[in-house]
């Protein structure tokens, strides 16, 4: 498994319903919360390996409606 996240900039007015079209629309959705800054939402995806980053991310975040701009981090260890 590789795990990204995707950090979303929103239309105004438009992150609770970005966020809920994520949860309930992308499978590889695993957690969604709202953040304060540049971006409004940061979400953490698990893609099984070999899944295309890229293309995962513009066909099924990008083109969600209310999505204006996002910047995707890959994250290589979890330590606990």
């Not at 695993?30 to 995806?45: F, I, P, R």
């Amino acid at each position: 498994m590789q795990t990204i996240f995707v950090q979303i900039k929103c239309q105004l007015g438009r992150a609770y319903s970005v966020a809920d079209d994520l949860v309930q629309t992308v499978e590889q959705v695993s957690e969604v919360h709202s953040t304060s800054g540049q971006y409004d939402l940061m979400v953490k995806c698990y893609l099984e390996d070999g899944t295309d980053i890229g293309h995962f991310v513009t066909e099924h975040i990008q083109t969600l409606p209310g999505i204006q701009d996002t910047f995707t981090l890959i994250a290589f260890k979890a330590f606990s």
